[in-house]
């Protein structure tokens, strides 16, 4: 169920930003438009419905909406509520001393608060089905809550609440049945997605997100359907990570190979360096010592790897366009108004209009199941207002055709060296390149996967694990070979092509369902700046 959210301030709104330059204290904004957080909203139900918490029901009730500290987590999802026009109010206050009558000294600060007759909307959404006792509860708290934010005590803060309880959306399926399309996620608001839990107080977002938290999202609200078993614990969806990126692109970690000129930017030239080192891989194997270094022509300018994304449907590498912003929460104590000990934190998350990344479903039947979904939620804090994500698929183009051509044209520019150095060849390399993590089963090497002879690899190992935010524990540690890896096969020309495309649906290794072991075959010779 979703429930439309309207919010009419009847006096100054202040829910105040805690880094304002020009004001002391300022009204929250994102983009130029006032909002309120997902957690006042929240904070102020649940502190209206903590007063009923002797009567059993009502405590029950709480505890479905709301959660319950350190075990549940409440059904419902708060949005932030975003004005339609955001007007201004400043206004200068001072402090007076109740014994002097006279103003504090250094107690002089101004405020810039939402005017009264603004209207916010939002959304609270709750992917379970809510009961029509609970509906009744909400609405009789929406009547009661009147106050927000900050200053309450001076008058502002004072609004209206009201709830339109609505059917959660589906989307009717115009795709043409395929194992593969792009995800593409559009965020409304911040997201905080955390891979470890932190030592102190401040989280660091990641840059992307990961697979496995998109099918911890896609599961929340698959779990009543008959479907939920075949998609999460068969693996026959196959969630990818998501990269900031441009709408229609497909975009893939850079691996090592590709280089620009140190401290400069994409657009002012990008280098394969994989040409020279299969070259010198070769030319040795005929006993010819030869290196090539990292330097350009002329100037001994140094390179660097290449940063930004790749886009494996036009070979372009490209950077996308993200912003930072930091968030502070505290946890207040329902009985003393103060924060609770030990739970401050600090947040710093990365915000970009689109997230790409390339979805496989290998059972058909399974694909309106998943397309016609609209909306999830994603990463921590997600029912305080962050995390909210739009969804959609586009068709994606022939990725056999795309790999096959892929395959041609890096052996056509591989070949045309050895000609010149007189290298013959009866056989073809094939480069894959891993776009997330791999989890090889004990004693596997990734040629045994593929049945093919190793020719060249550029990878690193790391230990990967994350946090369980439903039972605050640690995820399980596994081994990896990092997304970004590169491996080139080399095989006889009469290969089998199918084989190796139907290993590209099921993913390689363990948990391919959370987007481990999903490659791609990209030409990696042929790249491109950015088009700008």
């Known amino acids: 169920m979703k429930i439309i959210t309207k919010i009419l301030t009847k006096s100054p709104l202040l829910v105040s930003e805690s880094d304002s330059r020009l004001y002391d204290k300022s009204q929250k904004e994102f983009r130029g438009k006032a909002y309120i957080p997902g957690s006042a909203l929240k904070g102020a139900l649940r502190e209206t419905a903590d007063s009923f918490s002797h009567v059993e029901k009502y405590r029950l009730m709480n505890e479905s909406l709301f959660g319950k500290e350190g075990t549940q987590t409440g059904k419902l999802f708060f949005s932030n509520f975003i004005a339609e026009e955001s007007n201004f109010i400043i206004r200068t206050h001072v402090v007076i001393s109740r014994k002097l009558r006279v103003s504090k000294k250094g107690k002089l600060f101004n405020s810039r608060a939402l005017e009264s007759g603004n209207i916010l909307n939002g959304e609270i959404y709750c992917p379970d089905k809510i009961t029509d006792e609970e ?23 004072y609004i209206d609440i009201s709830f339109e309880f609505t059917e959660n959306e589906k ?11 792009i995800l593409n996620l559009k965020p409304t608001e911040h997201f905080i997605t955390v891979e470890s839990k932190s030592k102190g107080y401040l989280y660091k977002s990641s840059d992307y997100i990961k697979g496995e938290t998109i099918r911890g999202a896609f599961a929340k609200i698959l779990e009543k359907d008959d479907s939920f078993r075949e998609i999460i614990y068969g693996e026959k969806v196959k969630f990818p990570n998501v990269y900031a990126s441009e709408e229609s692109d497909i975009p893939v970690p850079i691996p090592e190979v590709i280089v620009k000129k140190k401290y400069k930017e994409n657009k002012e030239g ?5 040409l020279p080192k299969i070259v010198e891989i070769e030319l040795r194997k005929k006993g010819v010592e030869i290196t090539f270094e990292d330097v350009l022509k002329g100037n001994e300018e140094r390179l660097e790897k290449a940063s930004g994304y790749y886009d494996i449907l036009s070979g372009f590498v490209k ?18 108004r103060a924060s609770q000990k030990n739970m401050l934190r600090s947040y710093i998350t990365k915000f970009s209009d689109n997230y790409n990344g390339l979805i496989r479903i290998t059972d058909l039947n399974l694909v309106e199941k998943i397309t016609e979904k609209t909306k999830i939620y994603v990463g921590n804090s997600k029912t305080r207002g962050f995390g909210n994500f739009e969804v959609f698929f586009d068709e994606c183009p022939d990725l056999k055709n795309l790999f096959k051509k892929n395959i041609e044209s890096f052996n056509a520019e591989i070949n045309k060296t050895f000609n010149i150095l007189k290298i013959e060849k009866d056989t073809i390399f094939i480069p894959v390149l891993f776009i997330s993590d791999l989890i090889l089963p004990y004693g596997k090497k990734p040629q045994d996967f593929f049945g093919m002879n190793m020719f060249y ?3 690193r190992k790391n230990l990967t694990t994350g946090w369980n935010t439903g039972t605050n524990n640690k995820k399980p540690t596994y081994e990896v070979i990092n997304k970004g890896s590169l491996f080139i096969f080399e095989e006889n020309k009469d290969y089998n092509f199918e084989k190796f495309f139907n290993l590209f649906n099921e993913g390689v290794g363990l948990k391919t369902g959370s987007g481990y072991g999903t490659f791609v075959i990209p030409d990696l010779i042929n790249v491109k700046g950015d088009k700008k």
């Open 135 to 157: 509906i009744n509860y909400l609405k009789m708290l929406s009547g009661i809550v009147k106050k927000i934010g900050g200053r309450r005590s001076s008058g502002y803060g």
């Open 171 to 181: 989307r009717e399926s115009m795709l043409s049945k395929s194992n593969y399309y």
């Open 270 to 274: 990008i280098f394969s360096s994989l």
């Open 319 to 336: 950077n996308p366009k993200t912003e930072t912003k930091s968030f502070t929460q505290t946890a207040l104590s329902r009985k003393t």
């Open 457 to 459: 690899s550029n990878f």
